[in-house]
């Protein structure tokens, strides 16, 4: 999967941090650290190189030992302020609060309670800090699931219990899942239980409201390897697979999208696989992007798409009084 732009900004920021605290560091261990190859470390070191304050002159961008990376050893000489403390205005301070209280409120019974103590902590520090301001905040986040079904995840959550779940799968076939649950994330719209399938044998991401009925199970949850990116939704296997060529100019496609693989062309035109489990959202994403689609397949997710763009552009008028249509 291709590495998304906000996620290597957030390495490129603590990859700086980290260099501030250690000193110098060996190539390996940052490779190992930040969980990635070695190349990887020694391009983003590049990348750094070239990154700085405003202005942009060589005093402005941070600066590394030039000798001691020909050693193999990563060493910051100048950050150039990128690890002085954050300052948060109220408007953003406001925004954190309600994050904070409506993951209290809402996701308490998938936190540990170490991680329950931090967000207890933070939120009363930030809130104190904020003031008056914070005091107008009231967020909560709506439960995607049936009663039954959020209190039995919450309670496999925080027993360490496996799940026995009834599913709707997105191509509305009911199924019986048995899974070990990790947690619950929240996007813009639904609420996902993130858990180890035993079926699929994978991480996978279950809809809340797709649940029909859960079971706790008196078998304790096993370790399992996890993902890169865990919280992240991954479409079922079974979703429908599209492939789509694309003008570089939509190469944000392959950094936002979920995408199951990226082919580059030497004109820099690409191609992507992805799949599909809401036909509604692909429609969409075409539709937003059409003048830099080259071709879709399967065909047949071409020509939903071209019916629906003829249909919207029918509802307009778009020839002038008295002048014939084509």
């Not at 100019?249 to 004109?267: H, I, K, L, Q």
Request: charged share 25%.
């Amino acid at each position: 999967m291709v590495e998304r732009a906000p996620d290597r900004l957030v390495r490129l920021l603590g990859m700086i941090a980290y260099l501030e605290r250690h000193g110098g560091v060996p190539v390996e261990e940052l490779a190992e650290q930040f969980q990635v190859s070695r190349r990887q470390v020694v391009d983003d070191v590049d990348t750094l190189w070239l990154t700085g304050t405003p202005g942009y002159w060589p005093h402005d961008l941070i600066d590394f030992d030039a000798a001691a990376l020909e050693q193999g050893v990563v060493r910051v000489t100048q950050s150039r302020g990128m690890t002085r403390p954050l300052r948060l205005g109220t408007r953003e301070a406001i925004a954190l609060v309600a994050a904070l209280r409506a993951m209290r409120e809402s996701l308490v019974a998938g936190l540990d309670p170490d991680r329950l103590a931090v967000l207890q902590s933070v939120l009363h520090k930030l809130t104190t800090a904020t003031g008056e301001a914070a005091t107008i905040v009231d967020v909560r986040l709506a439960a995607d699931g049936a009663p039954a079904v959020n209190a039995a995840v919450g309670a496999a959550l925080q027993s360490g219990r496996r799940l026995k779940l009834d599913y709707v799968t997105a191509a509305d076939v009911a199924g019986e899942r048995e899974v070990d649950p990790l947690r619950l994330v929240t996007g813009e719209r639904r609420t996902y239980l993130v858990a180890w399938c035993w079926r699929a044998r994978a991480e996978r991401l279950f809809r809340m409201d797709r649940v029909l009925s859960a079971e706790v199970l008196d078998v304790p949850v096993t370790e399992h390897p996890r993902s890169d990116h865990e919280d992240t939704f991954h479409p079922d296997t079974d979703a429908e697979l599209v492939t789509l060529e694309l003008e570089s100019r939509a190469r944000w496609v392959a950094e936002t999208v979920p995408v199951e693989s990226v082919r580059n062309r030497p004109d820099g035109s690409f191609e992507v696989d992805l799949r599909v489990v809401d036909p509604t959202w692909l429609r969409h994403l075409l539709l937003q992007i059409a003048g830099d689609v080259r071709a879709v397949r399967p065909r047949s997710v071409a020509v939903d798409v071209a019916q629906i763009a003829r249909s919207a552009l029918g509802a307009y008028d778009v020839t002038a009084p008295g002048q014939p249509a084509d």
